[in-house]
């Protein structure tokens, strides 16, 4: 149904800036072309100036260029993994899908906050880019948390991840995750939160807590409340206790994610 002019309906700042991008060129299958990386120079400028950034033109550019592996395998492996994306133009995922930018502003702001030191400015920096991302995108990503390689984020709303959470490669989180700790008052410094293994994913509205260790190929479906340590290779379902699989079967993976067993 169209909305008539002066209805409820708007666009938020981000889409705004992004809406503009659309049209750009395609992804070559598995590399990035100049233009890709031209887009997200585009949305490195777009999340800075959500901010009114006062960090010039060149520190923004040198944030950018420290963070293009990781800002780039990302983006492939989001566009490889997720089918609703993966027949797309580049510039679709790049502009629309809140996710990526979510992901993407957490690498600049992490990347920011790591060699930030004393300066009061640049953490300022980092932590403004991380509420932008929030504000827009209902996923919470704090600055300093460890995350490793093509990481990717699916739906996403309302997914936080805490401050000394420690995520490894090739991990797949979906929406309504919690990362957090045990303690919501007057918790201590140091580690709190969980750290995830390489190739771990996480369904919908699972909460995992406190400073526990998620082994390697792990699977955790939707619904459930971690707080011990899940051993290696262990799918988890709401309502049942550890089922040790080994390496998580793609024929499993329909069943484990409708919570059906």
Same mark, same amino acid.
């Given at each position: 149904?169209?909305?008539?002019?002066?209805?409820?309906?708007?666009?938020?700042?981000?889409?705004? *800036?992004?809406?503009?991008?659309?049209?750009?060129?395609? +992804?070559?299958?598995?590399?990035?072309?100049?233009?890709?990386?031209? +887009?997200?120079?585009?949305?490195?400028?777009?999340?800075?100036?959500?901010?009114?950034?006062? =960090? #010039?033109?060149?520190?923004?550019?040198?944030?950018?260029?420290? &963070?293009?592996?990781?800002?780039?395998?990302? =983006?492939? $492996?989001?566009?490889?993994?997720?089918?609703?994306?993966?027949?797309?133009?580049?510039?679709?995922? &790049?502009?629309?899908?809140?996710?990526?930018?979510?992901?993407?502003?957490?690498?600049?702001?992490?990347?920011?906050?790591?060699?930030?030191?004393?300066?009061?400015?640049?953490? @300022?920096? $980092?932590?403004?880019?991380?509420?932008?991302?929030?504000?827009?995108?209902?996923?919470?990503?704090?600055?300093?948390?460890?995350?490793?390689? @093509?990481? %990717?984020?699916?739906?996403?709303?309302?997914? %936080?991840?805490?401050?000394?959470?420690?995520?490894?490669?090739?991990?797949?989180? +979906?929406?309504?995750?919690?990362?957090?700790? @045990?303690?919501? $008052?007057?918790?201590?410094?140091?580690? @709190?939160?969980?750290?995830?293994?390489?190739?771990?994913?996480?369904?919908? *509205?699972?909460? &995992?807590?406190?400073?526990?260790? %998620?082994? #390697?190929?792990?699977?955790?479906?939707?619904?459930?409340?971690?707080?011990?340590? =899940?051993?290696?290779?262990?799918?988890? +379902?709401?309502? !049942?206790?550890?089922? &040790?699989?080994?390496?998580?079967?793609?024929?499993? !993976?329909?069943?484990?994610?409708?919570? =059906?067993?």
């Amino acid at each position: 149904m169209a909305h008539k002019k002066g209805g409820p309906f708007t666009l938020n700042p981000l889409t705004k *800036r992004c809406s503009a991008m659309y049209n750009l060129r395609p +992804l070559a299958r598995s590399t990035l072309e100049q233009s890709t990386f031209d +887009l997200l120079r585009c949305l490195a400028k777009i999340a800075f100036d959500l901010i009114h950034s006062s =960090l #010039d033109t060149r520190t923004q550019q040198m944030t950018l260029d420290a &963070v293009k592996e990781e800002i780039s395998t990302d =983006l492939l $492996a989001y566009h490889e993994r997720d089918p609703s994306v993966r027949h797309k133009p580049i510039s679709c995922l &790049v502009s629309v899908y809140s996710t990526y930018f979510a992901i993407f502003s957490y690498r600049l702001s992490h990347q920011l906050i790591r060699h930030a030191g004393d300066d009061e400015g640049t953490t @300022r920096e $980092a932590m403004h880019l991380s509420f932008a991302a929030r504000s827009n995108t209902g996923i919470e990503i704090h600055p300093e948390a460890l995350i490793g390689k @093509r990481f %990717v984020i699916d739906h996403g709303w309302g997914t %936080v991840i805490g401050q000394t959470v420690e995520i490894g490669d090739d991990c797949y989180l +979906l929406n309504n995750i919690t990362l957090g700790g @045990r303690d919501v $008052a007057d918790a201590h410094d140091g580690k @709190r939160h969980p750290t995830i293994g390489d190739r771990v994913q996480i369904c919908a *509205r699972a909460k &995992v807590f406190g400073p526990i260790i %998620v082994g #390697d190929d792990c699977f955790i479906g939707p619904d459930v409340t971690l707080t011990e340590d =899940l051993a290696r290779g262990t799918t988890l +379902l709401h309502g !049942r206790g550890p089922v &040790v699989t080994g390496t998580f079967r793609e024929a499993e !993976r329909t069943p484990a994610l409708a919570g =059906l067993s």
